[in-house]
């Protein structure tokens, strides 16, 4: 039996399929799934469990575990170097060392069918509720864990190609897992995503925090893009752009709208990220800031992206630098000196810092001053450009471990850049080029033609728009360019980065017990 176990476990690396909300994320704690503390017979059984399945969704960009793991979405890409690595991100630049074993592929890999799993508890207990709750809420409940199934399959076709596929809840030890093929999988997707839209609020319904209708409809576009289907994934991102509900941020508003920055800005301050906040572009954002004061999270973004500046003599921690950051990652010389035309407001300091000043008034002699003439290290995850979408400063909290920003994991800004792939794939190149032009003229920068339309230049858009939020391993597996892009742009920062690592490999853990069925991906 406790072979069973064992291979159970290995699939999803879980001792409980629903886990419980960690008080520094929501206050209500709901019990798990496979307890029968929370019973799927009424609303607030229903409500309990979709918290747990958002806590469990929310782990996968706020784990401290493997500090570092965040890096593996952006090092061995076009946009990022190391910088003060910690372990996890390593085989990620360097690829002779990802292998079976490997650590952030056992992660994710886990958080995924756990998610999967969650979301299945709840889609089966809809189907078999009293008839006493309304149907109307069942579908809306069921539609929510849809959503979730399907993010968590598209995540695993993506980076892993053929994967188990499970469409009922796993409540029993099993070692038989088998591959299904990707196009099956895919298909699930769509059905999924197809199946939830109709039952999903639009943005002025649904309450904050929850999965609106152009959620779903945002990611069936990028599934059929995935897919090869640019026609089909066109309809549904037109559909997201011409509900009204959503409308690009171009204008000064929220908490800080009075003082020195500009509107691009102003999408990632603390404070403006949610649509209640005046963010009218956010279309899904995992909720991070919360109302106990000193709480945090344990989230690494500001930690992945802001350069430890204050190892510099002279330097001091502060909010307009950012906080404590610690360099794990820094922009790539492509993203720094050769992506931005001027002029382009993403590119702006209020964006993309690059200049820094001695700002410790106990140091006279430098205070005030440019800090220039640095070297080694220093320029590496010390002072570097970057980006400040997660800045963010607790005077409370100076050692800065969490980050309790907002995670926005879609935007209206990504809609747009979707719908010109979409196009570009089709030969419309004149629609796409209007479609990335909306993004430029929010940026105040140099319109685009039709003949500049190629999907190599859709990516480069797709970096000044998304740099830091986006997941861009993702983006360039799904696409087929991380070699070719990588490789050109930033081939510096790789070693041995080859076609097989356009797909991670299984974890090991999950091959040996069950009983070599589950097949490994070639090379690994």
Do not use: H
């Amino acid at each position: 039996m406790k072979r069973f176990a064992l291979a159970f476990t290995a699939l999803l690396v879980t001792s409980q399929l629903i886990s419980s909300c960690k008080d520094d994320y929501l206050d209500e704690a709901p019990a798990s799934l496979y307890t029968p503390q929370v019973v799927l017979v009424d609303s607030l059984g229903f409500e309990a469990a979709m918290a747990g399945l958002q806590s469990v969704v929310r782990e996968q960009y706020t784990r401290s575990d493997e500090q570092g793991l965040l890096g593996m979405m952006q090092l061995g890409t076009d946009v990022a170097i190391p910088g003060q690595v910690q372990g996890a991100e390593i085989p990620y630049y360097n690829y002779t060392l990802l292998n079976s074993q490997d650590r952030a592929a056992e992660v994710m890999w886990s958080w995924a069918y756990r998610t999967i799993n969650n979301a299945n508890q709840i889609i089966q207990g809809t189907a078999t509720a009293p008839a006493t709750l309304r149907q109307g809420y069942k579908n809306r409940i069921s539609a929510e864990a849809r959503f979730f199934r399907a993010y968590a399959y598209d995540f695993l076709a993506t980076l892993w190609g053929d994967v188990p596929l499970i469409d009922v809840p796993v409540t029993s030890p099993r070692t038989d897992f088998t591959r299904t093929p990707v196009a099956t999988v895919n298909d699930f997707i769509v059905e999924d995503l197809k199946t939830a839209i109709p039952s999903l609020l639009l943005a002025n319904r649904v309450a904050s925090g929850r999965i609106t209708q152009a959620a779903a409809q945002q990611l069936l576009g990028q599934v059929y893009l995935r897919m090869n289907q640019p026609a089909l994934a066109e309809t549904q991102l037109q559909a997201v752009i011409s509900s009204g509900q959503y409308r690009l941020v171009s204008a000064r508003y929220g908490v800080r709208s009075m003082q020195p920055g500009d509107y691009f800005a102003d999408m990632f301050i603390i404070g403006n990220q949610r649509r209640s906040q005046g963010n009218t572009e956010v279309i899904w954002g995992i909720e991070q800031q919360l109302l106990v004061p000193g709480a945090t999270t344990n989230a690494q973004q500001r930690r992945m992206w802001v350069p430890a500046y204050y190892n510099i003599k002279g330097m001091a921690l502060a909010d307009s630098l950012g906080g404590r950051g610690l360099g794990r990652l820094r922009l790539s010389n492509w993203v720094d000196y050769r992506l931005y035309t001027t002029p382009d407001m993403r590119n702006s300091k209020y964006n993309l810092k690059r200049r820094f000043y001695y700002n410790d008034p106990t140091q006279t002699a430098t205070f005030g001053k440019r800090v220039t003439g640095l070297t080694g290290s220093d320029t590496i995850y010390n002072i570097t450009p970057y980006t400040t979408k997660w800045n963010q400063f607790d005077p409370a909290d100076t050692f800065g471990f969490g980050t309790i920003k907002d995670i926005t994991m879609m935007r209206l800004g990504e809609t747009y850049l979707l719908l010109a792939e979409a196009q570009f794939k089709q030969g419309k190149l004149t629609e796409a080029a209007a479609s990335i032009n909306a993004l430029r003229t929010r940026a105040q920068a140099p319109q685009v033609t039709a003949s500049q339309m190629t999907l190599n230049f859709i990516l480069d858009e797709r970096a000044r728009e998304l740099i830091g939020e986006e997941q861009r391993r993702l983006t360039l597996v799904r696409t087929g360019t991380l070699v070719e892009r990588t490789l050109r742009l930033n081939g510096a920062s790789v070693t041995n980065l080859t076609a097989k690592n356009l797909l991670l490999p299984i974890p090991q853990t999950s091959i040996d017990l069950n009983n070599g069925l589950l097949t490994q991906n070639t090379g690994y």
